[in-house]
């Protein structure tokens, strides 16, 4: 080869690994994670399934923007879906048609659930100036129908903190409408954390100002970006009056602020006719793809109602296509994992998880079978990961699991995931992640009349279904269980007796060994109950 051609040959060589790199990323394969090796090379062989899986999702036609476009169709079909409404029942009978129309096991489990009403809703400023303010009224606030009129009017007094209020004191908040102001968290965090640390002024606003007097709360909307948007949410009473409560925007936050700071009397008058109905039943759709004779389960949570605002797109009827889209596709591919994968749509989470604590009563035995517990509740943008939530050795079998993610650039892998129902689980030690995506956007839209399917991209959801799918697969499949914290079963006292069904559902969910040593000990347990008890005086 002639010497100039050596430049243009190693350009050409260097091209060839550049593409062989891009089409097989190298693993992101953490470091220092308590993982036997056993276990760590067992999750890492998935990489050629996961491939599969993530090309299917990304490249097939019939899985293009399928997620999106049925997701689509729900949220026309249904719109908004607040607890205890008839488009969300309505909602409910149709996602277990669909799932048994696809060939999966289904079945519902009955929840009783709140109706909270909005009705009508008006703020206005009268003085220093005059100007009409948008609201919305927070979950399971009382109205305004006591007052003259069903109108209330009053001075403000505002508070950026609990701390400013409790400084006020009783003598200058007392007979007033009360404005929180506060910041939506420190800027410098994500959105997540700045939600985290702020949303006790909407929830708990109520309830901490009626133990100074004040007559109604405002609290300024959890954003990090608004174009005069209120966001609603739920709040809860204690044990003070009870006084209504809504959401303004960020923008009537501050301009209340700006006059009340500057010394200058800010007049309102609110108007609301909130009430709660009587508690209705609903129900939880469970989901189960995998063997019939499973006995441990990975679960995919999101839940199907919404507030009575925007479509419910977002949050979370994103969260319900794409974990509904993952397992139609490991189904469509003919990927049975060996434990079942159960995608559980929940009911009535928005006003205080409902449909979660009925199922941890309903499912109680089954606490010790899950393998883990996956969230998706933070939006269905771009993908970046998981976070896991759990012992070390727990977070370290996802971070793994998260490293095979290469292809579609989802290798993250952190902590504080957000839980909703997952939550629940989790504090019975149960492992739980959340699919990690760009929270960038997400409040924008969080619980506004902007939550329509103008927040979702088609490829996103592509993307999420893609990640949901892989990693529920390697959770569902690989021969290792992941680190769990649940408590082990109490032995039984000797003179336990101990219903036979019970015995039945426990050799069930174990194995060989684990079988021959129940009866051993029930075996055993039976022999010497008599002795234990005493023998009868002479």
Same mark, same amino acid.
């Given at each position: ?31 220092? %994670? ?186 300024? @909307? ?83 109602? @919404? ?88 977070? %370290? ?66 993307? %999420? ?38 015995? @039945? ?7 060989? %060994?684990?079988?021959? @040593? ?21």
């Amino acid at each position: 080869m002639e010497a100039r051609w050596w430049p243009l040959a190693l350009i050409a060589a260097l091209a060839a690994l550049a593409r062989v790199d891009a089409a097989n990323p190298v693993l992101a394969i953490p470091e220092d %994670c308590p993982l036997p090796e056993t276990t760590r090379n067992n999750i890492l062989r998935y990489k050629t399934k996961v491939d599969k899986i993530l090309q299917a999702a990304l490249e097939q036609k019939q899985y293009h923007h399928a997620a999106y476009n049925g997701l689509e169709d729900f949220v026309e079909r249904f719109g908004a879906r607040p607890s205890g409404s008839d488009e969300l029942e309505d909602s409910i009978d149709f996602m277990k048609k669909k799932a048994e129309d696809d060939g999966f096991r289904v079945h519902t489990e009955e929840v009783m659930v709140p109706r909270w009403v909005r009705g009508e809703e008006t703020l206005m400023m009268l003085s220093p100036r005059q100007k009409s303010m948008s609201i919305l009224g927070l979950g399971t606030t009382i109205g305004t129908q006591q007052y003259p009129g069903g109108v209330l009017r009053a001075e403000a007094v505002v508070c950026d903190s609990f701390e400013e209020m409790e400084k006020l004191g009783e003598a200058k908040i007392k007979g007033k409408i009360m404005v929180f102001n506060a910041p939506f968290g420190d800027p410098m965090d994500e959105p997540m954390k700045r939600y985290g640390a702020s949303y006790k002024y909407r929830t708990s606003g109520a309830d901490r100002a009626a133990q100074y007097g004040a007559v109604a709360v405002l609290v300024r @909307s959890r954003t990090d970006y608004s174009l005069y948007t209120p966001h609603g949410g739920s709040q809860y009473y204690g044990n003070s009056t009870q006084i209504p409560a809504a959401a303004i925007t960020a923008e009537d936050a501050r301009i209340i602020a700006r006059h009340y700071k500057k010394g200058k009397t800010v007049k309102l008058m609110l108007k609301m006719s909130a009430a709660n109905l009587p508690m209705r039943k609903s129900r939880n759709v469970i989901i189960d793809y995998g063997p019939s004779d499973s006995t441990e389960l990975v679960m995919l949570s999101a839940h199907i109602d @919404s507030w009575d605002v925007g479509e419910g797109a977002m949050d979370n009827g994103g969260g319900v296509f794409v974990n509904y889209h993952a397992v139609k596709l490991l189904k469509e591919l003919g990927l049975m994992p060996r434990r079942t994968i159960r995608v559980v749509l929940w009911t009535a989470e928005e006003e205080g998880y409902f449909g979660g604590k009925e199922y941890v009563k309903m499912h109680e035995f089954d606490i010790s079978k899950m393998q883990i517990a996956i969230e998706n509740d933070l939006g269905t943008f771009r993908p970046v990961g998981l976070r896991a939530k759990g012992s070390d050795e727990a977070a %370290c079998f996802v971070k793994h699991t998260a490293s095979l993610l290469g292809a579609i650039n989802a290798t993250g892998a952190s902590d504080s995931p957000s839980l909703s129902e997952t939550h629940l689980l989790h504090d019975k030690g149960v492992p739980a992640a959340a699919i990690d995506v760009d929270q960038s956007r997400y409040f924008w839209y969080h619980h506004t009349e902007a939550d329509t399917m103008d927040a979702l991209d088609p490829h996103e959801l592509d993307l %999420c279904v893609a990640t949901m799918a892989a990693s529920a697969f390697v959770f569902a499949d690989v021969p290792d269980r992941v680190p769990s914290q649940v408590p082990a079963e109490p032995l039984m006292e000797l003179n336990t007796v101990v219903p036979v069904e019970q015995n @039945s559902r426990a050799l069930r969910g174990s194995s060989a %060994c684990q079988q021959a @040593s129940l009866w051993l000990l029930m075996s055993l347990a039976a022999l010497v109950t008599p002795f234990a008890r005493g023998a009868p005086a002479s």
